[in-house]
């Protein structure tokens, strides 16, 4: 009796959490990823993010206000999709005298409309909502929490009105910055100002991007614990707990990584290369073990010119630091995100006179219309037949085929008429998902059949228009 008992505790657990809009987390997850400074990094970085026997890892990149290309990022995404690699964005503005422009309303609602035009790789589109507010260089020269405050939960709202799938990080924040104004102010007086003010922005984000570094100076230890640690989300979780929100947010630390002492020129502050790659695959193997993590996405794969050469995984050459190698090699998980699957009639081929008891093949062509790859190795894609009684149809289903969202594909499908005491009149073919495509018998009680047109009235509405000519 006791493994029954179990299960039900668990069962109702886990309704309570969904009830109350809490996250369920899970053990077999991969959190594996890079943080990119360019889109054309994703074919150079696919095999490093799913590494392993690794599937559906991470990439963190950043879409500025200034580069809203169209064809560029659905580019992007197409590669995400066919390399199986699930995409953090992070909103940004641009850049005047080294200092990111504060965002106004009509920005937010410039970014939503165009990140809501492409079509994402996954059903869950994650979405961080812009950089280290609290650093006065990331907010137009001044910290204002208030500002941050409102603009976050306006483009929340604006990005789950046009899609209820945005799903919303908050900005990750300089963990290390003290109380000195104007230039910087601490997380935890940020934090603070943000409750102070409008506590309900953390009911408008879905999870914590957190930048947790090896701080002070990035040369702290994988055992280091505290604000200033790879851990520094454990302290944003319980400070924000101290502060009254009990939301169970899950964790994605978007930023982190120890800069090598290796660069244009040699810091000795910082660590070797060694001992750099060292301390992150002793950093990986603790965040997987904590399920709140969801992904993690270390600064940064390409940036070897100052001030990231210390951080960057390639030189100059772009070629990779050997070193990386023993990250590239950590046993990984699996990710298996949703994807939104969806198709739409392009084209139907039916013989033109049907008789009963007589099998038929017909010909449809489908486009794909949504997210996922149809084929071999990726979506399988296969409608039942949902038909009347009498019509025996076979389903249609792709083989080796592949085909990716926008392609179209013709489908064969076998069929045949029996006879039924059902009304004739009511007979058609159709498939999960798909229009009916009407039967109609030649003449009234008639057991043969030909497919349904609007032949007639196109020809009447021809004529109609030739007369409206003449007249």
Known sequence: MKKPKIFLLLLFSIIYLLLNNQ????????????????????????????????????????????????????????????????????????????IWQSPVYQDIDKLANFLNSLNWPTKTQHIILFNEPNQSKEWGGKINPRHYTDIAVYASQKLKKLNPNFYILSAGLDLAAPDKNPQFMSADTFYRQIIEYKSDYFNNIDAISSHSYPNPGF??????????????????????????????????????????????????????????????????????????????TPFIFNYPYSPFDHFSWVDKQENLYPQ????????????????????????????????????????????NT??????????????????TANVELGPICTNHEIIEPGQTHEFKFTFQIIPSEIPQSNTFISWKNIDPI??????????????????????????KKLRNLNL
């Open 370 to 387: 949504g997210q996922s790859i149809w084929g071999e190795n990726e979506t399988s894609f296969c409608l039942s037949p949902q038909s």
């Open 219 to 296: 040369i702290g230890k994988p055992t280091d614990i505290g604000k200033f640690s790879i851990l520094g989300y454990q302290w944003e979780l319980d400070f924000l707990k101290s502060l009254g929100i009990n939301k169970n947010f899950p964790i994605f630390i978007t930023e982190t990584g120890w800069p090598h002492r290796e660069g244009e020129s040699n810091n000795n502050q910082f660590y070797t290369l060694n001992t750099a790659t060292d301390f992150l695959k002793s950093a990986i193997l603790l965040w997987q073990q904590d399920i709140r993590i969801q992904a993690v």
């Open 324 to 367: 990386y190698q023993k990250i590239i090699d950590i046993p990984k998980q699996q990710n298996n995100p949703q994807q939104i699957t969806e198709s739409e009639l392009v084209k139907k081929k039916l013989p033109f006179i049907i008789f009963p008891q007589k099998k038929y093949q017909g010909k449809i062509k489908l486009k």
């Open 23 to 98: 996250p369920v987390f899970s053990q077999e997850r991969n959190i594996f990823g890079l943080h990119l400074t360019q889109d054309s990094d994703i074919h150079k970085t696919k095999d490093i993010i799913n590494s392993s026997n690794a599937d559906w890892g991470w990439t963190t990149i950043v879409i500025p206000l200034n580069n809203l290309n169209h064809n560029a990022w659905q580019n992007f995404f197409n590669n995400c999709r066919k390399y199986h690699i699930i995409p953090i964005i992070r909103l940004a503005t641009t850049q005047q005298n080294a």
């Open 438 to 463: 009407q039967l109609t018998p030649i003449t009234k009680n008639s057991l043969i059949f030909r497919p349904k047109t609007n032949i007639k009235q196109k020809i009447l509405n021809f004529l």
